[in-house]
């Protein structure tokens, strides 16, 4: 079946630092793909998406582009801040009829001032 | 004022309990999902409707039963709780005409069950 696979975390950073969180995913057909955050106490909410392969989704100062050779759809940032801390979960969709996702396990991020 | 509502927040229950969790939303969507969280697991869907009429079974919904009361309303009950349902649990909403995977969240009901 379809899955997302991101790396474990929590991600500590210190601020300005650059920042990755891998994804790769496991789907038939062509996945739409997406990021997705939680700020603490929160729901989920959109960062940013891509619906097919080489497009890059781009919010916020965070990127990721949808590489099919590799399957994967790594989330970057340049330079991070203490507000970015969150939890970050890379999700995908191929059943665009039920339009509902499939998430990975979400990577927490700490930015340390 | 949020766009989706949850009630309860947080409910501590026992074991054998009946619970439902309730969501409602402004936006005017069709279609609403409820999802739990778990720690390692990432989010996975329990059940999904279209419309008051369609309702349909997710990934993970043994033990759970679901009720779409109207277009705005769509709940989700534990008809008899256990301890691994403890839980965060998401209701979400899309839209059938918006753009594909935006889904909008709640902020989520934490369920203990005891």
């Known amino acids: 079946g379809d899955s997302v696979t991101q790396m474990e975390g929590p991600v500590t950073l210190s601020e300005e630092a650059f920042l990755t969180i891998n994804c790769t995913y496991t789907?038939?057909?062509?996945?739409?793909l997406f990021w997705y955050v939680q700020y603490p106490g929160e729901g989920l909410q959109l960062l940013l998406k891509?619906?097919?392969?080489?497009d890059k989704g781009s919010n916020k100062g965070f990127e990721a582009t949808y590489r099919k050779e590799t399957t994967s759809f790594h989330l970057e940032k340049g330079s991070v801040q203490v507000s970015d801390s969150a939890v970050y979960f890379c999700?995908?969709?191929?059943?665009?009829?039920?339009?509902?996702?499939?998430f990975g396990s979400g990577t927490r991020l700490q930015v340390q001032p | 004022d949020a766009d989706v509502t949850q009630t309860p927040r947080n409910r501590i229950t026992k074991t054998g309990k009946r619970i439902m969790l309730e969501c409602s939303q402004t936006?005017?969507?069709?279609?609403m999902y409820w999802y739990r969280q778990d720690p390692g697991l990432g989010l996975r869907l329990i059940y999904y409707?279209?419309?008051?009429?369609?309702?349909n079974k997710g990934e993970i919904s043994d033990g759970y039963s679901v009720s779409r009361q109207a277009q705005a309303k769509f709940s989700l009950s534990l008809e008899s709780a256990i301890p691994n349902q403890t839980a965060l649990y998401f209701c979400?909403?899309?839209?059938?005409?918006?753009?594909?995977?935006?889904?909008?969240f709640g902020e989520g009901s934490r369920l203990t069950v005891l």
């Open positions: 789907a038939t057909g062509y996945p739409s």
């Open positions: 891509a619906t097919k392969a080489d």
């Open positions: 936006k005017g969507h069709d279609r």
């Open positions: 979400a909403t899309s839209d059938p005409g918006g753009p594909t995977g935006e889904l909008f």
């Open positions: 409707s279209f419309d008051v009429k369609d309702i």
């Open positions: 999700a995908l969709s191929v059943d665009t009829g039920r339009r509902a996702l499939t």
